[in-house]
C-alpha cells in the first residue's frame, strides 16, 4: 500500500531552522518528481517546492527562495525540506505530495511548522 | 505566483449540480492543459480529483468533471451528495517546473 509521512515539525523562533523530512512506502521513490505543498492556518493550499525524479532539477516559490532546500535520499526512501532564516509567514501545515503527470495523485497527512517568538 | 481566484463558497441540495470557477492567467491556465483539482475534507489531506483539466483518476466517480475555456477552469460535481462536502483547490502548471493553487471553495450540501 502506498504511503507517505512527514515529520519533523515544531515551534521555532523566527531566525532559526528546520529539517522536514517525508518517508515514502509501497512505490519507488527514483521513479517520481516530488514536491512540498504548505497550507496557511485557514486559509489555501501554496505550492513551495519540486525536485525531479533524477535530482537534476529543483525548483522554489518565489518566496522561499535562497533559505528553503529541498533534497531527496532514495536509499532512505525519503524526501526532505531544509527551512532556514524561518519567518513568521512560513507558518503552516507542510505536505509532501507526489507528482504523476503534472498533478499531485498521493499526499501526506502533513507536519505543522510554527514559527514564533 | 498569484493564487488563481475561485468563489469562497457554493452550496447545493442533494442531487443537484454545482460548478466551481478557477481563473488564472495566460501564465498559467491559459498556457497549459495542466489544470488538477483536490478535495480536502476538514484535517484531511488533499485527494486529487481531476487532472489534466478533465481526466478523473481511478476510483473518482464519473459525477466530477472538469473544463477549461482560456485563463478559466471549472470543476462540475453533479448529484450532489453528503460526502462532497468540503474545500475544493483548483491548480495549474505554471511553468519551470512551479505551480500555483488557487484560493479553495468551501462546498455546502444543503
Known amino acids: 500500500q502506498v504511503h507517505m509521512v512527514e515529520s519533523g515539525g515544531g515551534v521555532v523562533q523566527p531566525g532559526r531552522s528546520l529539517r522536514l523530512s517525508c518517508v515514502v512506502s509501497?512505490?519507488?521513490?527514483?521513479?517520481?518528481?516530488m514536491h512540498w505543498v504548505r497550507q496557511v492556518p485557514g486559509k489555501g493550499l501554496e505550492w513551495v517546492a519540486f525536485?525531479?525524479?533524477?535530482?537534476?532539477?529543483?525548483f522554489y516559490r518565489d518566496s522561499v527562495k535562497g533559505r528553503f532546500t529541498i533534497s531527496r535520499d532514495s536509499s532512505k526512501d525519503a524526501v526532505f525540506l531544509h527551512m532556514d532564516s524561518l519567518r513568521s509567514d512560513d507558518t503552516g501545515v507542510y505536505f509532501c505530495?507526489?507528482?504523476?503527470?503534472?498533478?499531485?495523485?498521493?499526499w501526506g497527512q502533513g507536519t505543522t511548522v510554527t514559527v514564533s517568538s | 505566483q498569484s493564487a488563481l481566484t475561485q468563489p469562497r463558497s457554493v452550496s447545493g441540495s442533494p442531487g443537484q449540480s454545482v460548478t466551481i470557477s478557477c481563473t488564472g492567467s495566460?501564465?498559467?491556465?491559459?498556457?497549459?492543459?495542466?489544470v488538477s483539482w483536490y478535495q480536502q475534507r476538514p484535517g484531511g489531506a488533499p485527494k486529487l480529483v481531476i487532472y489534466?483539466?478533465?481526466k478523473r483518476p481511478s476510483g473518482v466517480p464519473d459525477r466530477f468533471s472538469g473544463s477549461k475555456s482560456g485563463n478559466a477552469a471549472s470543476l462540475t460535481i453533479s448529484g450532489l451528495q453528503g460526502q462532497d462536502e468540503g474545500d475544493y483547490y483548483c491548480?495549474?502548471?505554471?511553468?519551470?517546473?512551479?505551480?500555483?493553487f488557487g484560493t479553495g471553495t468551501k462546498v455546502t450540501v444543503l
Open positions: 509501497g512505490f519507488a521513490l527514483s521513479d517520481y518528481s
Open positions: 505530495a507526489r507528482e504523476d503527470g503534472d498533478a499531485f495523485d498521493l
Open positions: 495566460s501564465s498559467d491556465i491559459g498556457g497549459y492543459n495542466f
Open positions: 489534466d483539466v478533465n
Open positions: 491548480c495549474s502548471y505554471g511553468g519551470k517546473y512551479t505551480y500555483v
Open positions: 525536485i525531479s525524479y533524477d535530482v537534476r532539477n529543483k
